[in-house]
């Protein structure tokens, strides 16, 4: 597919401005700032400064516009050393003009009682946020995603039809959480639940595959690591049944928006699998019109 004839949309699944956090590169000279440079340096990106030119939200717009995005989604987080405020997402998506939409995040251990299944209810039906993320493997005690302290959070997205972003990949602190299966078993567990792996569990692609074959309800979401060493097996099974279960997300800032959407569109996909991965799964997951 050439820039002539792109998809009619893009939706960017996974994409966090700088100024959310210091993790993602807010402070030139700081631990973060050079951690970010580096994830680029290995990920090949052309640009490991890209993410300077986005201080601030419409630079970050004028980034989006460039790369040809129509929507990306700020995901959010909730563990001890990165907590992003599910107030402050909701006030950047207002601001936006719906151009970027928050994904709240929430620690079942920062509360007590009820606590987690409330705020993920807020996160949803006040805020008006798309959906949750998890974090289970980067919390004070780390957890698989199947633990059942998470299930209360699962239940209120399956109840209210919001989709909860479960993050993986090869930065898990403990490997062994990196697991695709512990998926399996929520997946079965709320037959009804949204799922989107963010990372797709990388490097376990053939097992993310796997549970995305057995469960409908699972979506795939490689984003940074699409572009990774074995990451094309992903696309390879979007030429099958995954057409209809991934997704594209850029991963920035540890990754440019432009290079992105271009290496997609080099993925050799055909023109209606490329539609389905760079909007209509995404509209179709968070009950967007975008037609």
């Not at 949803?124 to 289970?136: F, Q, R, W």
């Not at 997205?157 to 990196?178: Q, Y």
């Not at 299966?181 to 569990?201: G, Q, Y």
Request: proline fraction near 8%; include cysteine; hydrophobic fraction near 40%.
């Amino acid at each position: 597919m050439t820039p002539s004839n792109r998809p009619r949309h893009i939706v960017d699944m996974r994409a966090r401005p700088s100024f959310l956090h210091s993790f993602f590169g807010a402070e030139p000279g700081s631990p973060d700032f050079e951690t970010v440079r580096w994830i680029n340096r290995r990920l090949g990106s052309k640009d490991i400064d890209h993410f300077t030119r986005a201080p601030d939200l419409p630079s970050f717009h004028r980034e989006l516009d460039a790369a040809g995005i129509d929507i990306a989604l700020m995901v959010g987080r909730s563990t001890p050393s990165v907590r992003i405020s599910n107030d402050l997402l909701a006030t950047l998506s207002c601001s936006s003009e719906g151009r970027m939409l928050g994904v709240g995040s929430v620690d079942p251990q920062f509360f007590t009682g009820k606590g987690a299944a409330e705020e993920t209810e807020r996160c949803l039906n006040e805020l008006k946020l798309v959906g949750v993320n998890v974090d289970p493997a980067f919390l004070a005690e780390p957890i698989s995603h199947d633990d059942e302290t998470l299930f209360p959070i699962y239940e209120v997205c399956a109840d209210l039809g919001a989709p909860v972003f479960m993050m993986s990949g090869p930065t898990t602190p403990d490997l062994r959480r990196n697991d695709p299966l512990a998926v399996d078993r929520v997946a079965h567990a709320f037959p009804t639940l949204p799922i989107v792996c963010c990372h797709a569990f990388y490097p376990q692609i053939d097992e993310m595959i796997a549970v995305a074959f057995r469960n409908e309800n699972v979506f795939v979401s490689p984003d940074m690591y699409f572009f990774a060493p074995g990451g094309l097996r992903y696309a390879d099974a979007a030429r099958g049944f995954l057409a209809d279960q991934l997704l594209f997300g850029s991963s920035y800032p540890f990754r440019p928006l432009g290079q992105s959407v271009a290496d997609l569109l080099r993925l050799g996909l055909d023109e209606e699998a490329i539609e389905k991965v760079a909007w209509r799964n995404a509209a179709h997951l968070l009950r967007r019109d975008l037609a």
